[in-house]
Protein backbone atom coordinates (compact mmCIF):
# COMPACT_ATOMS: atom_id res chain seq x y z
CA UNK A 1 0.00 0.00 0.00
CA UNK A 2 1.78 3.12 -0.97
CA UNK A 3 -0.33 5.36 1.37
CA UNK A 4 -1.39 8.58 0.57
CA UNK A 5 0.79 10.61 -2.45
CA UNK A 6 1.40 13.80 -3.21
CA UNK A 7 3.00 15.75 -6.15
CA UNK A 8 4.94 17.29 -6.98
CA UNK A 9 7.59 17.52 -3.85
CA UNK A 10 8.68 21.24 -4.01
CA UNK A 11 7.22 23.68 -6.40
CA UNK A 12 8.67 27.28 -6.92
CA UNK A 13 5.92 29.50 -8.45
CA UNK A 14 6.20 33.83 -8.92
CA UNK A 15 3.66 35.96 -7.27
CA UNK A 16 0.43 35.81 -9.50
CA UNK A 17 0.74 33.29 -10.79
CA UNK A 18 -1.32 29.73 -10.38
CA UNK A 19 -0.55 26.53 -8.90
CA UNK A 20 -2.15 22.95 -8.70
CA UNK A 21 -1.27 20.48 -6.24
CA UNK A 22 -2.04 16.62 -6.35
CA UNK A 23 -3.07 14.31 -3.88
CA UNK A 24 -3.75 10.32 -4.12
CA UNK A 25 -5.31 8.90 -0.93
CA UNK A 26 -4.70 5.63 0.56
CA UNK A 27 -6.20 2.48 -1.00
CA UNK A 28 -9.79 2.40 -0.51
CA UNK A 29 -9.94 5.90 1.22
CA UNK A 30 -12.91 7.96 -0.34
CA UNK A 31 -12.10 11.55 1.68
CA UNK A 32 -9.43 13.72 1.22
CA UNK A 33 -8.70 16.78 3.41
CA UNK A 34 -6.29 19.56 2.23
CA UNK A 35 -4.05 21.57 4.99
CA UNK A 36 -1.94 24.52 5.06
CA UNK A 37 1.33 24.33 7.20
CA UNK A 38 3.40 27.52 7.46
CA UNK A 39 6.90 27.10 8.43
CA UNK A 40 7.50 26.34 12.73
CA UNK A 41 3.04 26.13 12.78
CA UNK A 42 0.95 23.53 12.96
CA UNK A 43 -1.07 22.49 9.74
CA UNK A 44 -4.55 24.97 9.25
CA UNK A 45 -7.50 23.03 7.79
CA UNK A 46 -8.13 24.65 3.90
CA UNK A 47 -11.09 22.15 3.19
CA UNK A 48 -12.05 18.24 2.49
CA UNK A 49 -13.92 16.66 -0.17
CA UNK A 50 -16.02 13.30 -0.03
CA UNK A 51 -17.91 11.76 -3.02
CA UNK A 52 -16.57 14.60 -5.45
CA UNK A 53 -18.34 18.05 -3.61
CA UNK A 54 -16.77 20.43 -1.12
CA UNK A 55 -18.03 18.85 2.30
CA UNK A 56 -16.35 21.60 4.56
CA UNK A 57 -14.06 24.54 4.27
CA UNK A 58 -11.66 26.69 6.29
CA UNK A 59 -10.95 30.33 7.01
CA UNK A 60 -9.19 30.47 3.56
CA UNK A 61 -10.20 32.78 0.49
CA UNK A 62 -11.57 31.52 -2.98
CA UNK A 63 -8.39 31.61 -4.54
CA UNK A 64 -8.24 28.30 -2.70
CA UNK A 65 -10.13 25.37 -5.19
CA UNK A 66 -9.78 22.34 -5.22
CA UNK A 67 -11.58 19.28 -6.87
CA UNK A 68 -11.74 15.66 -6.20
CA UNK A 69 -12.30 12.85 -8.87
CA UNK A 70 -14.27 9.70 -9.46
CA UNK A 71 -11.38 7.74 -8.49
CA UNK A 72 -11.09 9.96 -5.21
CA UNK A 73 -7.84 11.76 -6.17
CA UNK A 74 -7.89 15.64 -5.24
CA UNK A 75 -6.54 18.36 -6.50
CA UNK A 76 -5.67 21.86 -4.81
CA UNK A 77 -5.88 24.81 -6.94
CA UNK A 78 -4.71 28.38 -5.97
CA UNK A 79 -4.65 31.38 -8.23
CA UNK A 80 -3.65 34.90 -7.75
CA UNK A 81 -0.52 33.66 -5.40
CA UNK A 82 1.03 35.63 -2.51
CA UNK A 83 4.79 35.58 -1.07
CA UNK A 84 2.48 34.44 2.13
CA UNK A 85 1.01 31.44 0.46
CA UNK A 86 4.76 29.44 0.58
CA UNK A 87 3.78 26.86 2.66
CA UNK A 88 4.33 22.92 2.88
CA UNK A 89 0.74 21.75 1.82
CA UNK A 90 -0.50 18.80 3.30
CA UNK A 91 -3.08 16.13 1.91
CA UNK A 92 -4.80 13.71 4.25
CA UNK A 93 -6.79 11.03 3.50
CA UNK A 94 -10.15 8.42 5.16
CA UNK A 95 -12.62 6.09 5.00
CA UNK A 96 -15.61 7.87 6.52
CA UNK A 97 -15.08 8.91 10.32
CA UNK A 98 -11.71 6.58 10.70
CA UNK A 99 -8.29 8.41 11.35
CA UNK A 100 -6.85 10.20 9.16
CA UNK A 101 -3.54 9.70 7.26
CA UNK A 102 -1.27 12.39 5.72
CA UNK A 103 1.14 12.34 2.68
CA UNK A 104 4.12 14.12 3.09
CA UNK A 105 3.45 17.07 1.43
CA UNK A 106 4.60 19.23 -1.34
CA UNK A 107 6.80 22.31 -0.45
CA UNK A 108 5.48 25.67 -2.16
CA UNK A 109 7.65 28.75 -2.33
CA UNK A 110 6.31 31.72 -3.71
CA UNK A 111 9.03 34.64 -4.79
CA UNK B 1 -9.03 32.30 18.19
CA UNK B 2 -6.79 29.23 18.19
CA UNK B 3 -9.47 26.36 19.35
CA UNK B 4 -6.41 24.27 20.45
CA UNK B 5 -3.15 25.73 22.54
CA UNK B 6 -0.26 23.47 22.96
CA UNK B 7 2.97 23.88 25.10
CA UNK B 8 5.66 23.99 25.14
CA UNK B 9 6.86 25.36 22.63
CA UNK B 10 10.22 23.22 22.49
CA UNK B 11 11.35 20.55 24.78
CA UNK B 12 15.16 19.03 25.79
CA UNK B 13 14.71 15.36 27.65
CA UNK B 14 17.92 12.97 28.24
CA UNK B 15 17.61 9.86 27.01
CA UNK B 16 15.40 7.10 28.96
CA UNK B 17 13.31 10.66 30.42
CA UNK B 18 9.83 11.32 30.59
CA UNK B 19 8.54 13.62 27.82
CA UNK B 20 5.22 15.69 28.56
CA UNK B 21 3.55 17.69 26.64
CA UNK B 22 0.44 19.45 27.28
CA UNK B 23 -3.02 20.79 25.33
CA UNK B 24 -5.42 22.58 26.01
CA UNK B 25 -8.88 22.95 23.85
CA UNK B 26 -12.17 25.62 24.09
CA UNK B 27 -14.78 23.60 22.04
CA UNK B 28 -16.47 21.02 24.41
CA UNK B 29 -18.11 19.39 20.92
CA UNK B 30 -14.75 18.27 20.19
CA UNK B 31 -14.61 14.14 20.78
CA UNK B 32 -11.39 12.96 19.13
CA UNK B 33 -7.98 13.79 20.15
CA UNK B 34 -4.80 12.50 18.43
CA UNK B 35 -1.67 13.35 18.65
CA UNK B 36 1.15 13.41 15.60
CA UNK B 37 4.56 12.80 15.17
CA UNK B 38 6.22 14.62 12.03
CA UNK B 39 9.94 14.84 11.14
CA UNK B 40 11.38 17.03 9.16
CA UNK B 41 10.49 16.91 5.40
CA UNK B 42 7.67 14.38 6.40
CA UNK B 43 3.52 14.49 6.69
CA UNK B 44 2.78 14.24 9.97
CA UNK B 45 2.06 10.72 11.53
CA UNK B 46 -0.58 9.52 13.87
CA UNK B 47 0.50 8.43 16.81
CA UNK B 48 -1.79 7.75 19.22
CA UNK B 49 -5.55 8.81 20.02
CA UNK B 50 -8.01 8.96 22.46
CA UNK B 51 -12.07 9.68 22.77
CA UNK B 52 -13.05 11.78 26.11
CA UNK B 53 -14.94 8.56 27.01
CA UNK B 54 -11.62 7.62 28.86
CA UNK B 55 -8.95 9.20 30.83
CA UNK B 56 -5.70 7.49 29.58
CA UNK B 57 -4.34 5.34 26.54
CA UNK B 58 -1.53 3.95 26.56
CA UNK B 59 0.62 2.09 23.55
CA UNK B 60 3.74 1.31 24.22
CA UNK B 61 5.87 3.71 25.60
CA UNK B 62 3.46 6.71 24.63
CA UNK B 63 0.51 7.37 26.86
CA UNK B 64 -2.10 10.29 27.17
CA UNK B 65 -3.48 11.45 29.62
CA UNK B 66 -7.49 13.43 29.47
CA UNK B 67 -8.96 15.76 31.69
CA UNK B 68 -12.18 16.30 30.10
CA UNK B 69 -13.45 18.70 32.95
CA UNK B 70 -10.37 20.68 32.05
CA UNK B 71 -10.50 20.45 28.37
CA UNK B 72 -6.72 19.67 28.82
CA UNK B 73 -5.28 16.55 27.25
CA UNK B 74 -1.45 15.16 27.50
CA UNK B 75 0.60 13.19 25.74
CA UNK B 76 3.72 11.31 27.79
CA UNK B 77 6.69 9.72 26.28
CA UNK B 78 8.38 7.05 28.64
CA UNK B 79 11.93 6.40 28.57
CA UNK B 80 12.52 8.76 25.46
CA UNK B 81 14.86 7.78 22.76
CA UNK B 82 17.04 10.03 20.68
CA UNK B 83 14.99 8.18 17.24
CA UNK B 84 11.72 9.96 18.96
CA UNK B 85 13.77 13.62 18.63
CA UNK B 86 10.90 15.07 16.27
CA UNK B 87 7.89 17.51 16.24
CA UNK B 88 4.79 16.84 17.94
CA UNK B 89 1.06 18.16 17.35
CA UNK B 90 -1.86 17.59 19.18
CA UNK B 91 -5.02 17.62 17.36
CA UNK B 92 -8.51 17.85 18.14
CA UNK B 93 -11.79 17.41 16.13
CA UNK B 94 -15.21 16.22 16.06
CA UNK B 95 -15.11 12.71 15.24
CA UNK B 96 -17.62 12.45 12.14
CA UNK B 97 -15.97 15.39 10.83
CA UNK B 98 -12.08 14.85 10.46
CA UNK B 99 -11.65 18.50 10.34
CA UNK B 100 -8.84 18.58 12.64
CA UNK B 101 -7.69 21.40 14.79
CA UNK B 102 -3.76 21.52 15.23
CA UNK B 103 -1.59 22.96 18.16
CA UNK B 104 1.31 24.86 17.51
CA UNK B 105 3.52 21.92 17.82
CA UNK B 106 6.44 20.95 20.30
CA UNK B 107 9.38 20.43 18.78
CA UNK B 108 11.05 17.82 21.14
CA UNK B 109 15.21 16.70 21.10
CA UNK B 110 16.43 14.04 23.13
CA UNK B 111 19.88 14.22 23.72
CA UNK B 112 21.62 10.67 24.09
Known amino acids: DAGVTQSPTHLIKTRGQQVTLRCSPK?????VSWYQQALGQGPQFIFQ???????QRGNFPDRFSGHQFPNYSSELNVNALLLGDSALYLC??????????FGQGTRLTVV | QQQVKQSPQSLIVQKGGISIINCAYE??????FPWYQQFPGKGPALLIA?????SEKKEGRFTISFNKSAKQFSLHIMDSQPGDSATYFC???????????FGSGTKLNVKP
Open chain 1, 27 to 31: SGHDT
Open chain 2, 27 to 32: NTAFDY
Open chain 2, 50 to 54: IRPDV
Open chain 2, 91 to 101: AATKYNFNKFY
Open chain 1, 49 to 55: YYEEEER
Open chain 1, 92 to 101: ASSLGQAEAF
